[in-house]
């Protein structure tokens, strides 16, 4: 049985109390989603921590479009759709990366024809080959839905799926991901993209949050706090790069690293009281809460002093 009586019947109101009976559903609507969503929560987060991580592509084409959505819908735990999207992104890459070698003919060939040419002829390798047609084949048997494919268990399909779109992430980054070392420009140009509209971070926590990861994973930099610390304070040499109404730059010596102060009434105060001025070195103790995220967020003045000159 399929039941799909997701609307009240609105013929039965007048045309004038349609849209208050409607926008009263739509908001009931919203709570059932808010209640689902915190009934599977700690799902949705362990099946995101099953997917593996390409890092970067640089050249990418609609391939990485689909990839995208079924890691997303795998994550919400619809494994048939991941399956038959991952298959789908599959062909396209095989037919990207046909183009990108510069035979751009096996894109009109079938998919296992397609990847035998490609192997036969050096442009990917037996692992990668094995990776891609066992794609192909759960994909099939994914869109034929006979009923071997009909009998599975939903823990089945979560393996099946999961497989599947592990096999296309593995083999993305070895044929087209990240190799040798990484500079600090390159860095910045993955920020810049990390943050821009184009990005598919859902808000600006999670583009932090993969900031935080980037310079983790591609500077082997250690940015993220232990989880037992609450609270950092450092109490440093400063030169005094700027002062404004809301906060005080401080550039710590001698690593350079500028540090932004917020400046409540009372800092503000202490500040004026000392003398305090851009240009000055100072000493200064300075201190912010660790926020969910691993990271410091404002820092905030405990007290500051002008060293002899």
């Known amino acids: 049985m399929y039941i799909d009586f997701h609307k009240y019947n609105y013929d039965l109101v007048s045309a004038t109390d349609k849209q208050g009976y409607i926008d009263r559903d739509k908001e009931s609507y919203k709570s059932v989603l808010r209640k689902w969503l915190e009934d599977n929560l700690n799902d949705i987060v362990n099946r995101k921590w099953e997917v593996e991580e390409i890092y970067f592509l640089k050249d990418v084409s609609d391939f990485i479009k689909l990839l995208r959505e079924a890691e997303t819908i795998y994550e919400l735990g619809f494994y048939t759709s991941c399956i038959a999207l991952i298959g789908v992104s599959a062909e396209d890459f095989s037919k990207f990366l046909s183009i990108k070698v510069g035979q751009a003919a096996y894109a009109e ?56 779109l592990n096999n296309l ?59 037992q610390e609450k609270f950092q304070v450092r109490f440093k040499s400063f030169e005094v790069v700027g002062i404004d109404d809301d906060e005080i730059t401080l550039k710590e010596l001698p690593s350079q690293l500028r540090v932004f102060v917020e400046l409540p009434q009372a800092a503000k105060d202490l500040i004026d009281a000392k003398g305090i ?21 404002e820092w905030n003045l405990l007290d500051i002093q002008k060293t002899a000159a």
């Open 109 to 164: 060939e079938k998919q296992w024809r397609r990847l035998k040419l490609l192997l036969d002829n050096g442009y990917i390798t037996q692992a990668i080959f094995d990776l891609l047609d066992n794609i192909r084949e759960v994909r099939n048997d994914c869109l034929h839905y006979d009923q071997d494919f009909k009998q599975k268990t939903d823990a089945e399909l979560k393996q099946d799926s999961l497989t599947v």
């Open 169 to 227: 992430k593995n083999v993305l980054k070895i044929t087209i991901g990240l190799t040798g070392s990484f500079d600090k420009e390159g860095l910045l140009e993955i920020i810049e993209e990390i943050s821009s509209t184009t990005t598919d971070a859902r808000n600006f926590d999670e583009v932090q949050v993969k900031i935080k990861n980037a310079v983790s994973h591609l500077l082997k930099f250690p940015i993220a706090f232990n989880p």
């Open 277 to 297: 001025a851009a240009g000055d070195v100072v000493f200064a103790s300075i201190y912010s809460i660790v926020d969910a995220n691993g990271m410091t967020a």
